[in-house]
């Protein structure tokens, strides 16, 4: 019987079979991709592999040290497969060019990673053209095709990935017309919006989309300012960066809990679902983090996988439950079991941009930290915050300089 079956085989993925690996475990890989690596494979710029590796490097030379480090440490990697369906036990359904199987491993962790919000979900108006498409899909069509669908297209977002977009415009020759964001200022950390305005791209914060013109491709856009007035600018493609939810279709369909607040499943700090032989890793948890990070993460939760098979986690129950208030989107993990809580950290959203205090609401005095953040920034508080024998349920909120958010 396989220790392991890791669903997904992109950073977090492939860092939790190497650890697993590292522990003694029988681990398999299961992507539906035709490759493995994940999306690294379609990001052809760098920095990627610093943490992992000591050195910047391109996406897909990253994703390929990854899959060649996982194969090399004794993991067994099946591209073409999907899972289809998970069930207590752990059991896996899987369809492939073989049929239909079914798998029951000792434990199952889930990476299946996120996908960017699609215009239908942005209530963006205006005709049906083509050229309209997502970070992934212009990155596949540059890196992967060699293709340059568009010469001046708009930019949608300013989130990381957002400038990773330019990236991949500048190296298909493909010059921005503009980047536009709604907020007040760009979502990523300073000195991200320095990129545009080296290269030339206005930066319009304040402006939304609001309609796309065109027939069988994009022609022009109409944009909204900051005192709500709209012009009619003309562009030949449009890019939707950002927004991500999780990629959690199978655990919508289990009978695994699921998170309302992240779209993702409910997790306590080892990564364990509310089925104890299940977990769950990388972006669909928190979305959306780097690379390294995911497979950090990845490698952390392998580590409880082992914890788990040798029976040195805790139990599930009972455990505190987290939640978010006052200007907070989520708080990954949700539970936190009573114990040790030496290592290990909260990571939350806010959904404003808010300057003040994190403040976590336990039955024991408040616990808080100071906080300065925009929506999809990353926000930390470790858990040796949570007292080590607190249960039920507490608040963890943004108070603001001026008072409760």
């Given at each position: 019987m396989t220790d392991l079956a890791i669903i997904g085989a992109g950073p977090a993925g492939l860092g939790a079979a190497l650890e697993a690996r590292a522990r003694g475990l029988s681990v398999v890989v299961l992507d539906r991709e035709a490759e493995a690596g994940g999306i690294p494979r379609h990001c052809g710029?760098?920095?990627?592999?610093?943490?992992?590796?000591?050195?910047?490097?391109?996406?897909?030379?990253?994703?390929?040290?990854?899959?060649d480090a996982a194969e090399a440490a004794g993991a067994e990697i099946r591209t073409g497969t999907t899972v289809v369906a998970i069930a207590p036990g752990p059991r896996l359904t899987l369809t492939s060019d073989a049929g239909v199987a079914e798998i029951?491993?000792?434990?199952v962790l889930i990476a299946t990673g996120v996908r960017e919000t699609t215009r239908a979900a942005r209530f963006i108006g205006g005709t049906k053209p083509g050229g309209?498409?997502?970070?992934?899909?212009?990155?596949?069509?540059?890196?992967?095709?060699?293709?340059?669908?568009?010469?001046?297209?708009?930019?949608?977002?300013?989130?990381?990935?957002?400038?990773?977009?330019?990236?991949?415009?500048r190296h298909a020759g493909i010059r921005p017309l503009a980047m536009i964001e709604p907020g007040a200022r760009a979502t990523a950390r300073w000195p991200s919006a320095l990129l545009p305005r080296l290269l030339g791209i206005p930066l319009m914060t304040g402006t939304r989309l609001v309609a796309i013109e065109g027939t069988d491709w994009v022609t022009g856009a109409v944009l909204a300012g900051p005192d709500g007035t709209e012009r009619h600018v003309a562009t030949d493609g449009v890019i939707l960066t950002g927004g991500f939810r999780?990629?959690?279709?199978?655990?919508?369909?289990?009978?695994?809990?699921?998170?309302?607040?992240?779209?993702?499943?409910?997790i306590d700090q080892f990564g364990r679902t509310s089925d104890p032989d299940?977990?769950?890793?990388?972006?669909?948890?928190?979305?959306?983090e780097t690379a390294g990070w995911c497979h950090r993460e990845g490698r952390m939760i392998a580590a409880a996988v082992a914890d788990s098979l040798a029976g040195g986690l805790p139990p599930p129950e009972p455990a505190l439950r987290l939640r978010p208030t006052g200007g907070i989107r989520y708080a990954v993990p949700q539970r936190i079991v009573p114990g040790d809580h030496a290592a290990g950290v909260i990571q939350l959203r806010a959904d404003r941009p808010a300057r003040g205090r994190l403040v976590l609401a336990t039955p024991t005095p408040a616990r808080s930290v100071p906080l300065d953040t925009a929506p999809e920034r990353r926000i930390l508080?470790?858990?040796?915050?949570?007292?080590?024998?607190?249960t039920g349920t507490a608040e963890i909120g943004i108070q603001s300089d001026r008072g409760p958010s």
């Open positions: 710029h760098p920095p990627f592999g610093l943490r992992e590796f000591g050195r910047p490097m391109t996406g897909p030379a990253y994703a390929r040290r990854l899959v029951a491993p000792r434990r309209v498409m997502n970070t992934g899909t212009l990155q596949g069509l540059v890196y992967l095709n060699g293709r340059r669908p568009f010469a001046r297209p708009l930019i949608v977002g300013t989130e990381l990935v957002s400038f990773s977009a330019i990236l991949t415009c999780p990629e959690a279709t199978l655990v919508r369909q289990s009978h695994l809990v699921l998170d309302p607040a992240t779209g993702g499943p409910e299940i977990f769950a890793a990388g972006n669909m948890l928190h979305p959306v508080m470790p858990i040796s915050s949570v007292p080590a024998d607190a």
